[in-house]
């Protein structure tokens, strides 16, 4: 009776045409997601840099770059992870992450800690980036390699002034030079920021509001007249399962394809709110006409909810 029941409701959900324009809508933004470029493009190009460990060094590099790198935008980033992230998402063309002791390494010669270098498969501009970097690293560690093998107090200081005075010297010419790195190639990911849990969230409180809306248009068509009251509230359940669940299928699927997987323990939790909040307000509501007047206000207040959420995150 029940299975055949929920037949039934399901059947009737899966007739409605806005409904199908729901499972259409959120099928166009999954598909979006994907086909679509992950970013538009801008004329300065996106670096990250990470150090394991702050420096007088690393903080003089990076104003270095920061002020004398017209080309590029470097940026500074708190941990490796988020340097990946930064660069599989195509944020940033390319990463640099210098592990700590690097810069004392690198005056005495050592190469056991090298610079590593993030970019993808694809990136064509890395190349010249590294030129710009090494070339600023060379001439801020230009000095301090000379005066360390030298290895001499009585000269090392006047060396180093010299050295100093010549590398910053906008008439002495420099050479560019690219430290081997790590390379650590990684997959391209394409990312869309689109607001798709929000999405997902208004078209989940739809589909619930569009069951009770269904049940109260065929009460009032006599439908249900000879049904007792333990039968209606079964038949209102029914409906909110029958037009929640396909949807909560496609949903979950669609965060899991749009890399917001982390989400949908949220969406669960809405998904569970849903179902009983929206059997309330028919059993509050008996007239459609007063369902529909009330349904703006509802999701008005639901997206109200959604942009104060996004805010926060």
Not at 10 to 33: A, E, G, N, P, S
Not at 123 to 152: K, M, R
């Amino acid at each position: 009776m029940l299975k055949n029941r929920f037949y039934v409701c399901t059947k009737r959900i899966l007739t409605q045409k806005l409904y199908i324009f729901m499972l259409l809508l959120l099928l166009c933004v999954t598909l979006t997601y994907h086909l679509l470029p992950a970013q538009n493009k801008e004329a300065l190009i996106r670096v990250g840099i990470c150090y394991e460990e702050d420096t007088p060094l690393s903080g003089q590099l990076t104003e270095a770059l920061l002020t004398d790198s017209p080309l590029y935008r470097f940026h500074t980033v708190d941990t490796e992870e988020e340097l990946i992230r930064q660069v599989k998402s195509g944020y940033a063309e390319c990463g640099y992450y210098f592990p700590a002791d690097f810069f004392d390494a690198y005056i005495a010669g050592d190469t056991t800690k090298p610079v590593v270098q993030y970019n993808l498969k694809s990136s064509t501009l890395s190349p010249a980036v590294s030129e710009t970097l090494f070339s600023h690293l060379l001439q801020l560690t230009a000095a301090d390699v000379l005066t360390f093998f030298i290895n001499d107090p009585s000269i090392s200081t006047l060396v180093h002034e010299i050295a100093s005075a010549n590398f910053t010297s906008k008439d002495f010419i420099t050479v560019s030079s690219v430290v081997n790195g790590d390379y650590k190639p990684l997959s391209e990911e394409k990312k869309l920021n689109l607001p798709v849990f929000e999405l997902l969230i208004l078209l989940t409180l739809l589909s619930a509001l569009l069951s009770q809306l269904i049940f109260i248009t065929d009460a009032e068509e006599g439908r249900y007249i000879t049904l007792s009251r333990a039968e209606k509230m079964s038949l209102r359940f029914m409906l909110a399962l029958a037009g929640l669940i396909p949807l909560a299928f496609f949903s979950t699927l669609s965060l899991l394809l749009t890399d917001a997987a982390a989400s949908i323990p949220a969406f669960l939790a809405f998904w569970l709110i849903a179902c009983p909040v929206s059997i309330l307000l028919s059993c509050v509501t008996k007239k459609s006409i007063s369902y529909l007047k009330m349904l703006p206000f509802i999701v008005l207040l639901t997206l109200v909810v959604l942009f104060i959420f996004s805010l926060q995150i």
